[in-house]
């Protein structure tokens, strides 16, 4: 890794002496060229240091969202700088979503092997996406969550014999709408009559064996969503 300049935001003293201490001892490379506690003193820094490498604590003075507006503000003025986030927040995941919407290069936890100089090598070299095991295992659990449950959502639909207006027509009754709201809408092709039909048909192939003839709407709808066949995260009403 050739040399490169980094200004480090912090507003701990003993956190801003320990990175300091990481950079001396892992990261020789890497020439200090100031450190900041607040916003304003680093604007006022970064006006008169160069730097390829800020080192951003998200929390500054008491607040969580200093960081993220730095990191904003940073893409918004296109300045020619790597942004990695070293942070103590462990457990906000929407602050690090937050950040990462901000532009950040990446995130580091205050947990786990600290900051490395492989991680700093790779933000430096324009990687994006840069992150230490705590927060990789995070988005690891989250990755597997989802893909399960994309699976089982694809795999009700087989099981079930699900088409598109299937789908369609149960995704409209849990928003609430009714078998005319439905019928009107662009992507369904069925009349009111038609969607009466297909809501008996539902009901057999949802209900197996199920003889009770006071299954309703609500009740339709909540094993829609036990099956996996509807997703409360996905229920968007299609254009009318």
């Known amino acids: ?5 980094v200004i480090i935001v912090e507003d701990v003293m003993l956190e801003l002496r320990g990175t300091i201490e990481i950079f001396r001892n892992e990261i020789p490379e890497a020439n200090i060229v100031g450190t900041a506690q607040t916003e304003a003193q680093f ?16 929390g500054l003075g ?10 904003r503000k940073i893409r918004e003025k296109q300045l020619p700088v790597k942004v990695l986030i ?17 532009g950040a290069d990446g995130i580091i936890l205050k947990s786990g092997e600290l900051l490395t100089p492989g991680d700093v090598a790779s933000v430096l070299s324009g990687k994006r996406y840069v992150f230490n095991q705590p927060i990789l295992k995070k988005l690891v659990k989250r990755f597997r969550q989802s893909v399960l449950a994309d699976y089982r959502h694809q795999e009700s639909f087989v099981k079930y014999d699900i088409d598109e207006y299937d789908e369609i027509f149960l995704r409209h009754l849990a928003l609430g709408y009714t078998k005319d709201m439905i019928a009107s809408l662009r992507t369904m092709p069925f009349g009111t009559k038609s969607l009466e039909k297909r809501q008996a048909e539902l009901i057999s192939r949802l209900f197996p064996g199920c003889e009770d003839t006071r299954i309703n709407v609500p009740r339709l709808i909540t094993r829609a969503f036990e099956l996996r066949i509807l997703d409360v995260d996905n229920l968007e009403p299609d254009d009318e």
């Open 86 to 102: 070293f942070t103590g927040e462990v457990l906000n995941e929407k602050l690090w979503v937050d950040a990462l919407d901000a």
């Open 43 to 58: 604007w006022s820094l970064l006006e008169t240091s160069s730097a390829d490498l800020i080192l951003l604590d998200l």
């Open 62 to 71: 008491g607040s969580t969202t200093v960081g993220v507006d730095i990191c």
């Open 1 to 5: 890794m050739q040399q490169f300049n």
